[in-house]
């Protein structure tokens, strides 16, 4: 990483991510799709045959064997978009192709299959391409609206995120309840996204993302793709499916990581999938009171920001806040535009500032780590104000996970900032937690 002289913290910019097409073209091709084909896909029996749902990953190109011996022994082949042309190349003819991206250039992967399964969002010039494709929904906001009167029964399909992530849930609906995943990768490999050369995809900005101290080049909707897929497969697991991911890449290895092998990190970002976990934010809560206590006159840093609703507070106050989180999906979407840094405060923080505000997040680390943690603060921040929970956490059972991992009184809390060389300004012991506000000597910190 470069460092211009004299910076504080890198350059920090806030990506949005939004769809590729807008809601007014996709209800428009849910409106022409839905009139113009009329057999829509129904909720059908569960059977014993295996779905292998086949992406584009790099990773697809090592498992044609195994995917071709699979379905000479009975398994059914989804193809997902340009993995139908690409299996048929190498021999494997799809039993079906599913396609769910709605813009018009996504007609040029209409290829060989023995069926079709197109979303009713994707662009009509792809049911020119395979007028006879079967018609599907899915799970849109107002979608009840924009389908005209049909007097079969149909389903509504979920999983969003990606056609990956969708066709698990579409085979569900099929009846499939064994499924192997191929070519899920959701990472380049050697600077190729896909297993073939698919142009249409090459100006999707990429970024670097780690999981379990590896790094991995991804698209962000790669990205998305991998974070979403856990949640999608835990929800089909407990309905009774068995789900596989095969070969290599970010999904995969978050797919496969044995539990006692879950770093801190996937654990939260776990946890901040669920709304209910979003819901306390108790940093929110005390901004007032540290700013009476500390009456901040220059830059705070929000350590462990989570929703960032307490950045976003402080920002009302006309006080500058940059916010630090171990995950990047903690944030509500009102502290996007705060300047952010996904960093582990027990490794290093590679910034300084006058002022630290450390809320719910001391008990979250292993009690062999709060040593580190607490000298890397203070490195950080001259003053400091702590919120520290003294009671077990009740969330961590969402993900069958313990969550506060050091818990301890107000008493051992202040022995240890005493420890560091800090002085205490100001302190409160609560049934529930200690609240300290710290300025950091000259005593040099252990």
Same mark, same amino acid.
């Given at each position: 990483?470069?460092?211009?002289?004299?910076?504080?913290?890198?350059?920090?910019?806030?990506?949005?991510?939004?769809?590729?097409?807008?809601?007014?073209?996709?209800?428009?091709?849910?409106?022409?799709?839905?009139?113009?084909?009329?057999?829509?896909?129904? @909720?059908?029996?569960?059977?014993?045959?295996?779905?292998?749902?086949?992406?584009?990953?790099?990773?697809?190109?090592?498992?044609?064997?195994?995917?071709?011996?699979?379905?000479?022994?009975?398994?059914?082949?989804?193809?997902?978009?340009?993995?139908?042309? #690409?299996?048929?190349?190498?021999?494997?003819?799809?039993?079906?192709? !599913?396609?769910? +991206?709605?813009?018009?250039?996504?007609?040029?992967?209409?290829?060989?299959?023995?069926?079709?399964?197109?979303?009713?969002? !994707?662009?009509?010039?792809?049911?020119?391409?395979?007028?006879?494709?079967?018609?599907?929904?899915?799970?849109?906001? =107002?979608?009840?609206?924009?389908?005209?009167?049909?007097? /079969?029964? #149909?389903? @509504?399909?979920?999983?969003?995120?990606? !056609?990956?992530?969708?066709?698990?849930?579409?085979?569900?609906?099929?009846?499939?309840?064994?499924?192997? $995943?191929?070519? #899920?990768?959701?990472?380049?490999?050697?600077?190729?996204?896909?297993?073939?050369?698919?142009?249409?995809?090459?100006?999707?900005?990429?970024?670097?993302? /780690?999981?379990?101290?590896?790094?991995?080049?991804?698209?962000?909707?790669?990205?998305?793709?991998?974070?979403?897929?856990?949640?999608?497969?835990?929800?089909?697991?407990?309905?009774?499916?068995?789900?596989?991911?095969?070969?290599?890449?970010?999904?995969?290895?978050?797919?496969?990581?044995?539990?006692?092998?879950?770093?801190?990190?996937?654990?939260?970002?776990?946890?901040?999938?669920?709304?209910? #976990?979003?819901?306390?934010?108790?940093?929110?809560?005390?901004?007032?009171?540290?700013? *009476?206590?500390?009456?901040?006159?220059?830059?705070?840093?929000?350590?462990? $920001?989570?929703?960032?609703?307490?950045?976003?507070?402080?920002?009302?106050?006309?006080?500058?806040?940059?916010?630090?989180?171990?995950? +990047?999906?903690? /944030?509500?979407?009102?502290?996007?535009?705060?300047?952010?840094?996904?960093?582990?405060?027990?490794?290093?923080?590679? @910034?300084?500032?006058? %002022?630290?505000?450390?809320?719910?997040?001391?008990?979250?680390?292993?009690?062999?780590?709060?040593?580190?943690?607490?000298?890397?603060?203070?490195?950080?921040?001259?003053?400091?104000?702590?919120?520290?929970?003294?009671?077990? +956490?009740?969330?961590?059972?969402?993900?069958?996970?313990?969550?506060?991992?050091?818990?301890?009184?107000?008493?051992?809390?202040?022995?240890? @900032?005493?420890?560091? =060389?800090? *002085?205490?300004?100001?302190?409160?012991?609560?049934?529930?937690?200690?609240?300290? %506000?710290?300025?950091?000597?000259?005593?040099?910190?252990?």
């Amino acid at each position: 990483m470069h460092w211009n002289p004299g910076a504080k913290m890198p350059l920090m910019l806030p990506v949005h991510l939004i769809c590729n097409t807008s809601d007014e073209e996709i209800f428009e091709n849910i409106r022409i799709n839905s009139h113009n084909h009329g057999d829509w896909l129904r @909720l059908e029996k569960e059977h014993g045959k295996t779905a292998l749902l086949c992406g584009s990953g790099p990773s697809l190109s090592d498992k044609l064997e195994e995917i071709r011996w699979s379905q000479i022994k009975g398994g059914v082949v989804f193809a997902l978009n340009g993995a139908a042309a #690409y299996l048929q190349s190498r021999g494997i003819t799809p039993d079906y192709q !599913v396609i769910i +991206d709605a813009r018009a250039e996504t007609a040029q992967l209409v290829g060989p299959a023995k069926e079709h399964l197109f979303a009713s969002q !994707v662009h009509p010039a792809c049911f020119i391409r395979q007028p006879n494709a079967r018609i599907w929904h899915l799970e849109v906001a =107002g979608i009840d609206g924009l389908l005209p009167q049909y007097d /079969r029964s #149909y389903c @509504l399909i979920g999983g969003a995120a990606s !056609v990956g992530n969708t066709a698990t849930c579409l085979a569900f609906a099929m009846g499939y309840r064994r499924m192997r $995943c191929f070519g #899920y990768d959701s990472c380049h490999k050697d600077g190729a996204g896909h297993a073939f050369p698919q142009p249409m995809n090459d100006g999707d900005p990429i970024a670097s993302v /780690r999981f379990n101290g590896k790094d991995y080049i991804a698209s962000l909707t790669m990205k998305l793709q991998a974070e979403k897929f856990m949640d999608t497969a835990r929800t089909l697991k407990a309905y009774g499916c068995n789900i596989t991911v095969e070969g290599s890449g970010l999904l995969p290895d978050m797919f496969n990581a044995p539990r006692d092998e879950m770093a801190e990190d996937e654990k939260y970002r776990r946890m901040w999938e669920r709304p209910e #976990y979003r819901k306390l934010s108790p940093g929110e809560s005390l901004v007032d009171k540290f700013i *009476e206590i500390a009456q901040p006159s220059g830059t705070v840093i929000d350590l462990g $920001c989570g929703t960032g609703r307490a950045g976003v507070r402080l920002r009302d106050h006309g006080i500058p806040v940059v916010l630090i989180d171990f995950t +990047d999906n903690s /944030r509500d979407p009102d502290a996007l535009s705060l300047p952010f840094l996904q960093c582990d405060i027990t490794e290093h923080i590679p @910034l300084s500032m006058p %002022y630290g505000f450390c809320t719910d997040v001391m008990e979250h680390i292993p009690t062999d780590r709060i040593d580190a943690a607490l000298t890397n603060i203070i490195k950080a921040a001259e003053r400091i104000f702590f919120q520290i929970s003294t009671e077990p +956490d009740d969330f961590g059972r969402l993900i069958d996970e313990p969550l506060h991992l050091t818990v301890r009184p107000h008493a051992w809390w202040r022995e240890k @900032l005493l420890s560091h =060389g800090l *002085e205490i300004e100001w302190e409160e012991e609560t049934p529930i937690s200690a609240l300290f %506000y710290v300025r950091r000597t000259q005593k040099e910190p252990i």
